[in-house]
Each structure stands twice: as structure tokens, then as C-alpha cells.
């Protein structure tokens, strides 16, 4: 869009010139008509002329009039237009000029006092008469530096074009007299990015609140008896009155972006260099790391030592829940693990995940050593249908990863042309893994969940049980199979 506009005034300005250029031709040949036109008559100065040349000449001469005149108000209107076109190609050049300028100077302060500069983005393209979009974040979070554990605060903001394009970001940290009130931080961050637009010389904006009590004191819908909201409030008022146009709506999208600035704003302040080394602590271990030692959340931000991480995923893939942060127990995604795992218990999450998706009466694995798959009966009696036409009726299922065919009711291998009553009699499979299982399970006591099929033992208590995979409640031996 800020390529077409510069094309368009380029070529505004092009036009001007030509239009320029011809009418100045046009008047110098005029000029030079006029100089002949006098040269000959006073040459002839001793003839006297007739009447009829006399007319002639004075219709000439106010033709000529006519046309100069013509050609001075396409002169002035050429004027116009190259002075139109230099108008806009400047304001181009100042805000590329503008954003260059921020892109060099980075987070320096803002001379104006209240607010900072801010950091920038890829810029589109300003217009007087686009309605920029102004969005901000500020947050509260209990932090650690060194050994103090206290209260730290920060925002992030965004400005966007009418199309919500990021053009610029920034983030700040805010001081210990706002803390007490969430409330206070986020009109404070409301006020910062306000007077940041201005500072932008932004005309007309709509300012996105995520807060329904924040957006209510904006568009002056209520009005807070504490002092120092109040305050906060009228400053936010008086910013308002210093846009040509100014809106406030409820937020539209996510705003994680928003933040992870606020977050990271709030980060700095729980850092601290001894002998020119940066460290941060652990909220877990107490123990100080230096940041590239961390490990941060991408769901929710919190940072955690590597090792206290590593300990989380170990924990947590020997009873299953997902994993999760230690700080908040927001799930972390498997592909976010990668840092904190080895490739062997990523597999296993994938595995777990998959478990997760897959109903617990409908889970088949694969009795095949080297295997074990996991599968749904339903697919996978679809499946092994290409093969097994009978296989609704006799059992036999074919594995979807390596192809091993097998009885579902034996969890053996697939014995062709016998019943699985008949096959338990023969010596194939007295001799095989399933027998074997089977025996030790009727010598110790065994017991096989009715509802998931896993296997357990009593080691003490009441001989109840509650299956832990659906949350089932308590289910009596003899509710159980054997």
C-alpha cells in the first residue's frame, strides 16, 4: 500500500511538470510572435493601412490575448498540482523518516513526560485519514529477584493500521506505587500508548480494551470513587480530546502478543549482573540461572530452569495428565517439549496424546513385541475387513503399523482355522507370552479391570478399587473378571 501511494504522487508530480513545461513553451513562442509582429510594423511604418487590415489585426491581437490568458490559468493550475504533489511526497518521505528514525533510535525515551518511545515493525503506509488501532496489556506477577519474592509490573502495546497490521510495538515496566491496582496498570498502559499515537501525530484511533471494567471508565460509563483511578481516568479523558477522532470498543482477537511484552517487561526486572554475568531465579528451586538456562512457557510465559523443567516432564509421563508448567499448570504443547525432552519421551507424549483421543474401551495395542501400536477397534476392524471379510465374527484383526495379524480375543497371534477355545488347548499357546501372563496373574491374585482391561495388584488396603482411567467409582472384586 506505501509503494502505491509513493507510485501515485510520483506520477501526480511527473504530470505537474509536463503540464508546466508546455505552458512555458506556449508563452515564450507568444513572446516571440509578438516581438515579429512589431518588428514588421515598423518597417511598413510609412504605409498607411486599410480598414480591413486594421480588423484583421485587431482580432489577431485579441485572440492572442485570449490564449495568453488561457495559458496563465493553466500555468497557475500546473502550479497548483506540483505543489499538491509535494505536499503529499513529503508527508511520505517525513514518515519513512519518522519510522527510520525510531528504528535507529530504538527504546530511548520520549522527551514528552508520561509516556516512551517505542520500539518499531514493518510500517504500511499513514494517512491523516486512516483510523489507526491502538491495543495494550498490563499485568501484575508476584516475581523473584534474588532472594525477594514481591510484586512486579509491566505492559505491553501495539498500534496497527485500519487493517490490523502490527506497525509498531513497546513495552515498558511499571513502578512499585501501581501495583496494588491491576486496574491502575492497565489505564496506565492505556495512557502510554494514547500519548505514544500523539507522538506519532495518529489523528484519528480506536482503542481496544480486553477489560470490561477498563473499557466502561474510557467511555465514561462509570466512574471509580477510588482517587488514584480517578486520576489515571481524567488523564486518559484528557488524551482522548486531543484526537480528531477517538473510539473505544472491546477487543476483537487474541492479544498473547500483547502479553508476552508485558511479560518480558516484567522479566527485566527480576535480572540482576554480579561480576558481568546476568542471572534470574527459578521460581521453583530458588535457585539463580542465567537466562539462556531458562526455559520459558510458551502458553503462559513463566520461566523455569531447565532442570526444574526436565524433573516436570519426567514426573508427569509416569501418571499422565499432559504436561503441563509447573508454575500454573497450563498444558504445554508436545512440539513446545523438544527443548525439555529427549526424542524418546517425545515419542511417548505423542503416544500418551494419542491414548488421550482414543475412547478407553476402544483401545487396541498390538500384541506383536517390536510393535505394541496403538489403535481404535472400529478402524481397525474396517481395516483388517480387506483381508478378514469374517473378521466382525471370528476375531482376527490385522495391525494398521506393521501388519501383524492377530486375535483380539486372545491377544495372540491370528490362529487360522481354530476357535479361540480351541486354540487356548493347543500346545502353541500354552507356550506363548499370553499364557504365561495369565498363569502368574491366577498364582498372585491378579486382578483385571472390567472397565480399561489393565491388570493390577492389591498391595493393601480394602479389596476395592477405583479405576483411575474414567474416574469410575469404587468397583468390588467381584464386579471384576476373575
Same mark, same amino acid.
Given at each position: 500500500?506505501?509503494?502505491?501511494?509513493?507510485?501515485?504522487?510520483?506520477?501526480?508530480?511527473?504530470?505537474?511538470?509536463?503540464?508546466?513545461?508546455?505552458?512555458?513553451?506556449?508563452?515564450?513562442?507568444?513572446?516571440?510572435?509578438?516581438?515579429?509582429?512589431?518588428?514588421?510594423?515598423?518597417?511598413?511604418?510609412?504605409?498607411?493601412?486599410?480598414?480591413?487590415?486594421?480588423?484583421?489585426?485587431?482580432?489577431?491581437?485579441?485572440?492572442?490575448?485570449?490564449?495568453?490568458?488561457?495559458?496563465?490559468?493553466?500555468?497557475?493550475?500546473?502550479?497548483?498540482?506540483?505543489?499538491?504533489?509535494?505536499?503529499?511526497?513529503?508527508?511520505?518521505?517525513?514518515?519513512?523518516?519518522?519510522?527510520?528514525?525510531?528504528?535507529? *533510535?530504538?527504546?530511548?525515551?520520549?522527551?514528552?513526560?508520561?509516556?516512551?518511545?517505542?520500539?518499531?515493525?514493518?510500517?504500511?503506509?499513514?494517512?491523516?485519514?486512516?483510523?489507526?488501532?491502538?491495543?495494550?496489556?498490563?499485568?501484575?506477577?508476584?516475581?523473584?529477584?534474588?532472594?525477594?519474592?514481591?510484586?512486579?509490573?509491566?505492559?505491553?502495546?501495539?498500534?496497527?493500521?485500519?487493517?490490523?497490521?502490527?506497525?509498531?510495538?513497546?513495552?515498558?515496566?511499571?513502578?512499585?506505587?501501581?501495583?496494588?491496582?491491576?486496574?491502575? !496498570?492497565?489505564?496506565?498502559?492505556?495512557?502510554?500508548?494514547?500519548?505514544?499515537?500523539?507522538?506519532?501525530?495518529?489523528?484519528?484511533?480506536?482503542?481496544?480494551?480486553?477489560?470490561?471494567?477498563?473499557?466502561?471508565?474510557?467511555?465514561?460509563?462509570?466512574?471509580?470513587?477510588?482517587?488514584?483511578?480517578?486520576?489515571?481516568?481524567?488523564?486518559?479523558?484528557?488524551?482522548?480530546?486531543?484526537?480528531?477522532?477517538?473510539?473505544?470498543?472491546?477487543?476483537?482477537?487474541?492479544?498473547?502478543?500483547?502479553?508476552?511484552?508485558?511479560?518480558?517487561?516484567?522479566?527485566?526486572?527480576?535480572?540482576?549482573?554480579?561480576?558481568?554475568?546476568?542471572?534470574?531465579?527459578?521460581?521453583?528451586?530458588?535457585?539463580?540461572?542465567?537466562?539462556?538456562?531458562?526455559?520459558?512457557?510458551?502458553?503462559?510465559?513463566?520461566?523455569?530452569?531447565? !532442570?526444574?523443567?526436565?524433573?516436570?516432564?519426567?514426573?508427569?509421563?509416569?501418571?499422565?495428565?499432559?504436561?503441563?508448567?509447573?508454575?500454573?499448570?497450563?498444558?504445554?504443547?508436545?512440539?513446545?517439549?523438544?527443548?525439555?525432552?529427549?526424542?524418546?519421551?517425545?515419542?511417548?507424549?505423542?503416544?500418551?496424546?494419542?491414548?488421550?483421543?482414543?475412547?478407553?474401551?476402544?483401545?487396541?495395542?498390538?500384541?506383536?513385541?517390536?510393535?505394541?501400536?496403538?489403535?481404535?477397534?472400529?478402524?481397525?476392524?474396517?481395516?483388517?475387513?480387506?483381508?478378514?471379510?469374517?473378521?466382525?465374527?471370528?476375531?482376527?484383526?490385522?495391525?494398521?503399523?506393521?501388519?501383524?495379524?492377530?486375535?483380539?480375543?486372545?491377544?495372540?497371534?491370528?490362529?487360522?482355522?481354530?476357535?479361540?477355545?480351541?486354540?487356548?488347548?493347543?500346545?502353541?499357546?500354552?507356550?506363548?507370552?499370553?499364557?504365561?501372563?495369565?498363569?502368574?496373574?491366577?498364582?498372585? *491374585?491378579?486382578?483385571?479391570?472390567?472397565?480399561?482391561?489393565?491388570?493390577?495388584?492389591?498391595?493393601?488396603?480394602?479389596?476395592?478399587?477405583?479405576?483411575?482411567?474414567?474416574?469410575?467409582?469404587?468397583?468390588?472384586?467381584?464386579?471384576?473378571?476373575?
Amino acid at each position: 500500500m506505501g509503494k502505491d501511494r509513493e507510485l501515485a504522487t510520483q506520477e501526480k508530480v511527473l504530470v505537474s511538470k509536463i503540464i508546466e513545461e508546455d505552458a512555458d513553451l506556449c508563452l515564450e513562442l507568444q513572446l516571440q510572435e509578438a516581438i515579429t509582429a512589431s518588428a514588421l510594423e515598423s518597417t511598413a511604418g510609412g504605409c498607411e493601412a486599410d480598414e480591413t487590415n486594421y480588423k484583421v489585426d485587431r482580432l489577431g491581437y485579441d485572440l492572442s490575448l485570449t490564449r495568453l490568458a488561457q495559458e496563465s490559468e493553466d500555468r497557475l493550475l500546473a502550479q497548483k498540482l506540483v505543489n499538491d504533489g509535494k505536499k503529499d511526497l513529503d508527508l511520505l518521505l517525513s514518515d519513512k523518516k519518522l519510522v527510520h528514525g525510531m528504528m535507529q *533510535g530504538g527504546d530511548k525515551p520520549s522527551k514528552k513526560k508520561g509516556h516512551e518511545k517505542a520500539k518499531t515493525m514493518p510500517v504500511y503506509s499513514s494517512s491523516i485519514h486512516e483510523t489507526f488501532r491502538l491495543y495494550s496489556k498490563g499485568l501484575v506477577s508476584e516475581g523473584h529477584l534474588k532472594d525477594e519474592t514481591r510484586l512486579f509490573g509491566g505492559f505491553g502495546a501495539s498500534i496497527c493500521d485500519s487493517y490490523d497490521h502490527p506497525l509498531v510495538e513497546m513495552k515498558k515496566a511499571l513502578g512499585d506505587e501501581l501495583l496494588a491496582l491491576p486496574e491502575a !496498570v492497565e489505564l496506565t498502559a492505556i495512557i502510554h500508548v494514547l500519548g505514544w499515537s500523539l507522538d506519532l501525530d495518529l489523528r484519528r484511533v480506536t482503542l481496544y480494551c480486553d477489560d470490561s471494567n477498563i473499557l466502561a471508565y474510557v467511555t465514561g460509563k462509570t466512574q471509580s470513587e477510588d482517587s488514584t483511578i480517578a486520576k489515571l481516568v481524567e488523564e486518559v479523558t484528557s488524551l482522548q480530546s486531543r484526537f480528531l477522532s477517538f473510539k473505544a470498543l472491546p477487543v476483537r482477537r487474541d492479544i498473547i502478543s500483547l502479553v508476552k511484552l508485558a511479560k518480558d517487561a516484567i522479566t527485566s526486572q527480576t535480572r540482576w549482573i554480579e561480576d558481568g554475568v546476568e542471572w534470574e531465579t527459578c521460581p521453583i528451586c530458588y535457585d539463580y540461572s542465567q537466562p539462556q538456562e531458562m526455559y520459558e512457557v510458551p502458553t503462559c510465559f513463566h520461566r523455569v530452569c531447565m !532442570v526444574c523443567m526436565r524433573k516436570q516432564v519426567t514426573g508427569l509421563l509416569h501418571n499422565w495428565k499432559g504436561t503441563q508448567c509447573p508454575c500454573c499448570m497450563t498444558e504445554i504443547r508436545i512440539e513446545d517439549c523438544k527443548p525439555i525432552a529427549d526424542p524418546a519421551q517425545v515419542n511417548l507424549m505423542i503416544e500418551r496424546k494419542r491414548e488421550d483421543m482414543i475412547n478407553i474401551a476402544d483401545r487396541v495395542y498390538c500384541p506383536n513385541p517390536s510393535c505394541s501400536f496403538l489403535m481404535s477397534k472400529r478402524p481397525l476392524l474396517m481395516e483388517t475387513r480387506r483381508v478378514f471379510l469374517d473378521a466382525a465374527e471370528s476375531g482376527a484383526r490385522k495391525c494398521m503399523e506393521c501388519g501383524f495379524c492377530f486375535c483380539i480375543n486372545c491377544a495372540t497371534k491370528w490362529h487360522y482355522d481354530l476357535t479361540c477355545l480351541q486354540f487356548r488347548k493347543t500346545k502353541a499357546y500354552k507356550n506363548s507370552d499370553r499364557s504365561d501372563f495369565e498363569a502368574a496373574a491366577e498364582r498372585y *491374585g491378579w486382578k483385571t479391570c472390567s472397565v480399561c482391561q489393565t491388570t493390577v495388584e492389591l498391595a493393601e488396603g480394602c479389596k476395592h478399587m477405583t479405576c483411575s482411567s474414567v474416574n469410575m467409582s469404587s468397583v468390588t472384586p467381584a464386579d471384576q473378571n476373575g
